[in-house]
Structures are given as C-alpha cells and as structure tokens.
C-alpha cells in the first residue's frame, strides 16, 4: 500500500508512472473497506473509479500531470456529508435525511472536481454539525484514527479520522464553532477555517449561517493552501460570498514569513483554568519556535473571551432553529410510518421531525426559546451585543500583533462516551474556537507534538480577516520548521 | 430563569418537535443548567452597543433577475420530484389540512 504526505508527491508518483490515480483509487477504496473506523456514511465506488480513469486519460495524453491547471487531477478526497452533491446521498448523519439524493452540487465541491479531484466518498460527522466528538450521529460514533476508543473530534469527525488514518488524501470539513480545528487538533491532521465568505457556501446545508464556513482538512499546510485556493472565491449562489480577489494560497504559503517584522499575539484570556499540562506545553514550546526565528511575541488581552461559548450557544441555536424548520418532510426525507396516524399538518411535521437525534433535538429547542416572544431581548439581541464586544476585542488586539497563536482546545482527546451525559461540559470545550467564528475570522490548526498518552496536539493560529494567505505561510513555516 | 417542563413542551410545540415524557425531563434540565450558564451575560454592560449579526459588516449584492429553466430529469420531469417522498402530478403530496 502507498502512503502520500501531499498532493505534489502523489502527482510526482503519477508523473513517475509508479502508480496510476485507478490504483491509488483502488488502494483507497481498499483500505475503506478494511477500516473499522465508521468515517464514511458512503463510499462513491464506480463514481470514483469512472474520474480515476478520466484523470489517468488526461495524464496520459499530456504525458504527466497539468499541475497548473488541475491541481487536485487524481487526488482522491474525501467529502463530509454536509454538502450536497447530484445524485449522491446527502444524510447529514441524520436519520430524517437517511434517503435524501439532492439535485444540485456544492459549489466548493465542483470547483475541486473540475481541478481534478476524486470524490471518494461522504464522511461521517455529528447530526447537522451539531457536536465536537462526532457522538452525534445517527450512523454511530466514528473512532479516532490513531488511537482506538477515543472520539476523533467533531463535528467533521469522520474528516479527521478518515485523513488521519490515511482513508483519503484530504477531506473537506466545515466549521462553525472549531468544527475543523477541534478534530485536526484531536487527530493530528492540519484543519483550516478560512475567513468568512472565502468558500462558497452554496449546496452546505445550512447549520448556523452567520457561522458556517467550509475549509479543507489534511495531512500538510500546502494541501490545505492547494484546497483553498481551487474551491475559494466569489460565487453568486451565496449572498455572503466575498467579492475579492482570491489571493493565490499555494504561492503565498511556501514563501517564508518576514519573521524580523512578525509580531505574534498571546492573549492571556486564552491560558484559560483547565488547559491541560500536555496541551500547554506543546503551545509554549511553538511560541518559543517562534521568538527563536526572530519573530516578536507580544501580549494581547480579549477581555470577552470568557462570554464566547454563552453568546455562540445563543446565536446559534437561533440561526439552527430557523435554518432547520425546512426538514418538514414535504419535499424530500424520510417520511416514518408513524405518518399514516397523522391527525393534521402540524402533527405530520412533528412526527417527522421527531427523527431528529437529542442533540438536534436539544438545539432547535434553545434557539426556538431564544428567539421566541418575550425572550428574544434578553437572550438573543443581549447575545448579539455582546459578538460585538468580542469582535472589537480583535480589532484592539490586531493593533498590537499580526497573528494570534493559542491552544485550539483545553485538553486532547477524550474517550468515547466520557462527556456525552453533559452537554455544557461538552459545549465549553469549543471556547478557544468559537470566538473566530463569531467574528469571521480565519483559524488553523496545524500539529505541534504529542501530549499523555501519545494523543496529538494541533496549535491555532488565528489572523485578522482576509489574512488567509499570511496565515497558511506562518502555518506552513510552522510545520517545516518542527520536522 | 426557570425552566419548567411546560415551557419546554411550549417550545417544543412552536418548534413543531414532538417529545417523549422523557425528553421532557432530560431537556428541561439540561436547558436549566445552559440558560444558567448563559445569565453569565447579564453582567456584560451592553448599553449602547448594536447587535452584531453578521461576522463583520457586509452589502447586500445584486444580480439580474434571470430566469433559469428547472433542471429536470431523464423523463423529462422537474428534478426536485424525482426523490421526493410523495408526488401527485406535479407536486408533493401532503395529508389534507382542512
């Protein structure tokens, strides 16, 4: 069996006829098979195999690879199963969506089959994206890559797994509260939440969408830079989508920051109680890698921090309880047997949407509170405000610094089961992610060592927005670096 | 804030869920324990400060409005019927609500 560390070595391997993107795709397909891990909800077999050979008839006719313009040809990815694609099964890990084949296709997922990439398959997650350990499916737990019986993060748990276990090249993921860098963090993978409005959200079903945002899970920064790139930029099918011209990552990240003028920010907020010793020592040794390259570590305080996870756990749940109310089961779902008892519309709505798991459950009912008459002042406008003053906090603190650098979360990985009973627990674990999503910022995790037990640990490198480009090059400095 | 289990089956009714007895309870005081957790933002002097809705502030875009035909399917039928649960005629087909 093959093993790649990156793109550019896969596509030096087809250049080299060593293997062929069939083989590659088969030997994927193989070890999918074998694995234990729960990461995919559906493997695409004959669909993958028909690219493969489309890609290697493409390498044949141009003798070797057109890098330049099909970056990912041949590339076997894997696709959480959040995003839409024709005539494939979409489910969400939800039981209500357990049929569900859309008409349409993501925008980031057909900007990176039209580079050439092999969709492989669609990879297990939580519910709806709602989790961090990926407990949360209706399809079962999936199991962290290297180490069994420990979850490998979520929500885009199966992404984690799937890359780290070597079951794909890369995967797509999507973020909207760490639900990249949490599992890249807990499974020793890089995982990158770009800036909001830099992917399309466009064929994502929509958890929380003033959160929501797609970004690439993988085994190097380059790939991630590679991935980025391809799938990024202004589509009109999201409203939200950014206008600006995409910077050109893959260049941007191989060129070695101007370390003499990098100033990189500490906040305080974030060495928050309960920051195990492993995870806090990998982090201050990278901070030290930093300062040892000429860079100038500065303190910076985000005084709001400690009110991050109560204002996303408003926020939302509200967008959820909104963006959710479309799984009635009139246009597509699954409609249970329980139907033919229905006494009205409303009862057949809520006999549908009593397929939702708990957490789901949990969330809609929250947000549906907050937003509801005589409450919508005092939880979700007050919660609002207070996103403000945690934007604002950035703001001051990207005055001081170019880049933040801070644990991604306050332990590694947990075991299977260890915090499924709680769900606050479980929500204040997300505090050292959430805050870039509240304020759109982008977000990666790239590995720096081992804590107890083995477990991997991922530091987060946070920039001001539309710094993606600067932040793959200080990641991507990062990891060359410590190798 | 007390979360009573009649508010949970009120908000569980405006969300069109339907719970068991048990869901009932278990949500009822799990939402206790996160609401509680939340008062924490009551502490936050607020006064004066537009909500923030969006990450960062951005324009609503334009575009024409361009008819685009409905994609459909081998048979030529409307590709969004082609999965759906149940269909009569054109449509999806509902229980009767009068």
Redesign the interface.
Same mark, same amino acid.
């Given at each position: 069996m093959s093993h790649f560390q990156n793109f550019s070595s896969i596509h030096d391997a087809f250049d080299a006829k060593k293997i062929s993107a069939t083989e590659l795709t088969k030997e994927y397909l193989a070890k999918i098979e074998a694995s234990k891990h729960n990461a995919f909800l559906t493997v695409l077999k004959d669909r993958a195999l028909k690219q493969a050979a489309s890609a290697d008839a493409i390498i044949a006719a141009k003798g070797k690879v057109p890098r330049a313009e099909m970056p990912l040809l041949g590339i076997p990815l894997g696709i959480k199963d959040v995003l839409t694609m024709d005539g494939v099964r979409t489910t969400c890990a939800s039981k209500l969506l357990d049929?569900?084949?859309p008409?349409?296709t993501a925008t980031a997922v057909e900007r990176l089959e039209k580079a050439g990439a092999i969709s492989i398959g669609k990879l297990n997650m939580d519910e709806f994206a709602m989790g961090g350990s990926n407990e949360n499916s209706a399809y079962g737990p999936v199991d962290h890559p290297t180490h069994p019986g420990y979850v490998p993060g979520g929500s885009s748990g199966g992404s984690a797994a799937a890359v780290g276990a070597d079951l794909c090249a890369a995967a797509l993921g999507t973020d909207t509260g760490g639900s990249i860098r949490q599992p890249a963090h807990y499974s020793g993978i890089v995982g990158m939440k770009p800036t909001?409005?830099t992917v399309s959200r466009y064929g994502l079903v929509a958890f929380a969408s003033?959160?929501d945002q797609i970004g690439p899970m993988t085994k190097s920064v380059a790939d991630s830079a590679t991935l980025l790139e391809v799938m990024g930029g202004y589509d009109?099918l999201d409203?939200?989508s950014s206008?600006r011209t995409l910077e050109k990552f893959s260049q941007i990240a191989a060129k070695e920051p101007d370390w003499k003028n990098l100033r990189i920010g500490v906040p305080k907020e974030y060495w928050v109680d309960g920051i195990a010793d492993d995870v806090a020592n990998r982090v201050r040794e990278s901070l030290k890698f930093f300062e040892k390259k000429g860079a100038k570590l500065v303190d910076v305080s985000l005084p709001?921090t400690?009110?991050s996870?109560?204002?996303y &756990?408003?926020v939302a749940v509200s967008e959820a309880?909104s963006n959710l /109310?479309r799984f009635?089961?009139?246009?597509?779902?699954?409609?249970p047997a329980s139907?033919k008892d229905?006494k009205?519309?409303?009862d057949?709505?809520?006999?549908v949407?009593?397929q939702?798991g708990?957490e789901v459950?949990?969330r809609?009912?929250?947000g549906?509170?907050a937003l509801?008459s005589g409450y919508y002042d005092a939880?979700f406008?007050?919660?609002?405000?207070?996103?403000?003053?945690i934007?604002h906090d950035f703001n001051e603190a990207f005055k001081h610094c170019d880049f933040i650098a801070a644990p991604v979360s306050p332990t590694t990985a947990f075991k299977q089961k260890d915090q499924t009973m709680d769900?606050?627990k479980m &929500?204040l674990n997300d505090i050292l992610t959430i805050p870039a999503?509240? /304020?759109?910022?982008p977000g990666i995790s790239v590995p720096c060592g081992k804590g107890d037990h083995d477990l991997p640990i991922g530091l987060q490198l946070l920039g001001p927005?539309f710094s993606d480009g600067g932040l793959l090059s200080l990641a991507h400095a990062f990891e060359k670096g410590r190798a | 804030m007390l979360v009573t289990e009649e508010?949970?089956r009120k908000?569980?009714d405006?969300?069109?869920?339907?719970?068991t007895d048990q869901?009932v309870t278990?949500?009822s005081a799990?939402?206790q324990?996160?609401?509680g957790?939340?008062e924490?933002?009551?502490a936050?002097n607020?006064d004066g400060?537009?909500?923030?809705?969006?990450?960062?502030e951005?324009s609503?875009?334009l575009?024409e409005d361009v008819v685009v035909p409905r994609?459909l399917d081998s048979k030529g039928k409307p590709?969004?019927l082609?999965?759906?649960?149940?269909v009569l005629y054109d449509g999806?087909k509902?229980?009767?609500?009068l």
């Open positions: 049929n569900y084949i008409p349409y909001y409005g003033s959160l009109p409203s939200t206008e709001h400690q009110y996870v109560s204002v &756990y408003i309880s /109310s009635d089961g009139v246009r597509f779902g699954v409609r139907l229905a009205d519309l409303a057949f709505y809520k006999k949407r009593a939702f708990p459950k949990r809609i009912i929250l549906t509170f509801s939880y406008r007050k919660a609002c405000q207070v996103r403000r003053l934007t769900p606050l &929500y999503n509240l /304020s759109g910022l927005a | 508010l949970t908000v569980a405006l969300a069109r869920l339907e719970l869901e278990t949500f799990q939402m324990k996160t609401l957790y939340i924490q933002l009551t936050v607020t400060i537009e909500p923030q809705y969006q990450p960062f951005m609503t875009p575009r994609s590709k969004v082609e999965h759906a649960p149940e999806f509902v229980p009767p609500i």
